[in-house]
């Protein structure tokens, strides 16, 4: 990945997913996700070369560009709340396809009640195919820490999901 514009476009198919999916532990919605990712590539693109394993580097820099963009909307909605007249919001309650989308749906809550840490190792690990080297400098943890968080996971993955009632 030297720096072969083709070569990051292969790259970028093969784990822009991953990164979204990690940046949606995050922020509240899909499009929010993929605008943190495309600020976290910018931000990895201009510093790439300092990284010792770009593709750890980069999960790292979508993190950091979640957990700014979680702030950021936190104070917004501060700011907001402050100078905001009460007024009743309506939702549009109309969604897609049910089937998919609510197993979707009840995947991501079941991946958002797990901690944080957790939650951020298995994202990596089962959608990003990082090893746990590449998890642990990612997450700045020894590789032993991302081993256990990763089985701690799993483990309230599988028991939650055998929890949820099957239509």
């Not at 936190?74 to 905001?84: D, F, P, T």
Request: charge should be negative.
């Amino acid at each position: 990945m030297a720096g072969d514009p083709d070569e990051w476009e292969a790259w970028l198919d093969r784990h822009g997913a991953t990164l979204v999916l990690l940046a949606r532990q995050r922020v509240a919605s899909r499009a929010d996700a993929e605008d943190v990712v495309q600020e976290a590539f910018v931000r990895f693109w201009r510093s790439r070369q300092r990284a010792n394993d770009p593709t750890a580097y980069l999960y790292t820099c979508v993190q950091h560009c979640a957990l700014n963009w979680q702030r950021s909307r936190e104070r917004r909605s501060r700011r907001e709340e402050v100078a905001a007249r009460p007024e009743a919001e309506a939702e549009d309650s109309l969604t897609g396809p049910l089937g998919q989308e609510e197993r979707r749906e009840a995947i991501e809550a079941v991946l958002r009640s797990l901690p944080e840490p957790q939650r951020e190792v298995l994202v990596m690990k089962v959608w990003g195919g990082l090893s746990f080297p590449q998890i642990a400098e990612a997450a700045q943890i020894s590789v032993n820490t991302a081993a256990s968080r990763y089985r701690y996971a799993l483990a309230k993955l599988r028991e939650r999901l055998a929890e949820e009632p099957t239509p």
